[in-house]
Nanobody
Framework: QVQLVESGGGLVEAGGSLRLSCAAS????????MGWFHQAPGKEREFVTA????????YYAESVKGRFTISRDNAKNTVYLQMDNLKPEDTAVYYC????????????WGQGIQVTVSS
């Protein structure tokens, strides 16, 4: 059974940093895309960042470019999100997502973790 467990969220002041981790279990995910989405109150879930299977390419939403960094450790089946210079508008529940983009496609989600940035 696939399980994704996020950690590292919390409350931080504007300008501060947090590092999220998502540890996956149940299979090997080295050939899967790993990423993060977030959902603010009253809004839809939005893409934040993703990293290609072997970490060659990373993709970021415009709102986080230059502030967030995604990385992965395939040996640990873990993806990380380093968030620097946090802003109040980054406040949201952050969800880890791991997906297989070749047939058969599949997608797995973590339970979500709260990040709150105070002004």
């Amino acid at each position: 059974q696939v399980q994704l467990v996020e950690s590292g969220g919390g409350l931080v002041e504007a300008g501060g940093s947090l590092r999220l981790s998502c540890a996956a279990s149940g299979r090997t995910f080295s050939s899967y895309v790993m990423g993060w989405f977030h959902q603010a109150p009253g809004k839809e879930r939005e893409f934040v960042t993703a990293i290609s299977p072997y970490g060659i390419n990373a993709y970021y939403a415009e709102s986080v470019k230059g502030r967030f960094t995604i990385s992965r450790d395939n040996a640990k089946n873990t993806v990380y999100l380093q968030m620097d210079n946090l802003k109040p508008e980054d406040t949201a529940v952050y969800y880890c997502n791991i997906r297989r983009v070749v047939t058969p496609t599949m997608s797995f989600w973590g339970q979500g973790i709260q990040v709150t940035v105070s002004s």
